[in-house]
């Protein structure tokens, strides 16, 4: 039971180029997100998917793209990627939640992505 | 928008010393959970408060939830060198939202002196 992986674990970019990070889940979790985290921000909200085939923006969206085609799988895209795209991602996952409850998130070990 | 702030932003104790971090939330919550990253590593998580006033704890970790459930709190007594990493609050707001979505704080990075 692997939890939740990430690849690549570090990645160098050029302004303009483009990348998918991927995110994979072996806990059946319905729901599964993309964080970026940068120093003193704590933790934003990128995309979420609640289903596969289902994905909804978040907090930070502009700049990503997203796609969930297998429940297990959660890609994160940049098309174009820019210096303030410099960060730390995170994918997570976690069962689904109801309406007076939640479930924890599982985080993967995060994608450290520099773009020059 | 939404927030959670939490503070404070470091805090450096002495071995031994207690350590307190507080979330303030713009709006009532569900629920909230606590996350602990160390240096290099991925938020874990260590607990979720879901009712008004609960109070739950972990060995020298305490949690609150505030009466309004717009805050809360995580100390610990007499720290130690393994509890450096940073600590984040993650509330779910009400209105519910869909997926589950938690709204984290800023993170309290706690560094301990041997």
């Known amino acids: 039971n692997a939890g939740v992986t990430q690849t690549p674990k570090f990645r160098v970019l050029k302004t303009g180029q483009s990348m998918t990070l991927l995110c994979a889940q072996d806990?059946?979790?319905?729901?599964m997100y993309w964080y970026r985290q940068d120093p003193g921000m704590g933790l934003r909200l990128i995309h979420y998917?609640?289903?596969?085939?289902?994905?909804a923006k978040g907090e930070v969206p502009d700049g990503y793209n997203v796609s969930r085609l297998k429940k297990q799988n959660f890609l994160l895209g940049l098309e174009s990627a820019a210096p303030s795209q410099t960060s730390v991602y995170f994918c997570?996952?976690?069962?689904?939640?109801?309406?007076?409850?939640?479930?924890?998130?599982?985080f993967g070990p995060g994608t450290r992505l520099t773009v020059t | 928008g939404q927030q959670v702030m939490q503070i404070p932003q470091y805090q450096h104790v002495q071995e031994g010393e207690d350590f307190t971090t507080y979330c303030n939330s713009s709006?009532?919550?569900?629920?909230i959970q606590w996350y602990k990253q160390r240096p290099g590593g991925h938020p874990v998580f260590l607990i979720q408060l879901v009712k008004s006033g609960e109070v739950k704890k972990q060995k020298r970790l305490t949690f609150q939830f505030g009466e309004a459930k717009k805050n809360s709190s995580l100390h610990i007594t007499a720290t130690q060198t393994t509890d450096v990493g940073t600590y984040f609050c993650a509330g779910r707001p009400i209105p519910y939202n869909q997926g589950g979505k938690l709204i984290f704080g800023q993170g309290t990075e706690l560094s301990v002196k041997p």
């Open positions: 806990m059946n979790h319905e729901y």
């Open positions: 709006t009532t919550l569900s629920n």
């Open positions: 998917s609640v289903g596969e085939g289902t994905t």
């Open positions: 997570a996952s976690s069962y689904l939640s109801f309406r007076d409850s939640s479930y924890e998130q599982y």
